[in-house]
């Protein structure tokens, strides 16, 4: 388990493999300073 974000704190730099392939490096690939980031586990 990583630490606890902050209020005011920066997001840690992640990189996620999207469905359908392909990859998302956030935040650097984010280019508003306002975002959702929403994990789906998916099947069980």
Do not use: C, N
């Not at 493999?17 to 490096?25: F, Q, R, T």
């Amino acid at each position: 388990m990583g630490k606890k974000i902050d209020k005011g704190g920066q997001f840690p730099e992640i990189e996620l493999s999207i469905a359908g392939g392909g990859k998302l490096s956030i935040p650097s690939e984010i280019d508003t300073p306002y975002a959702f980031v929403l994990f789906y586990r998916g099947h069980w």
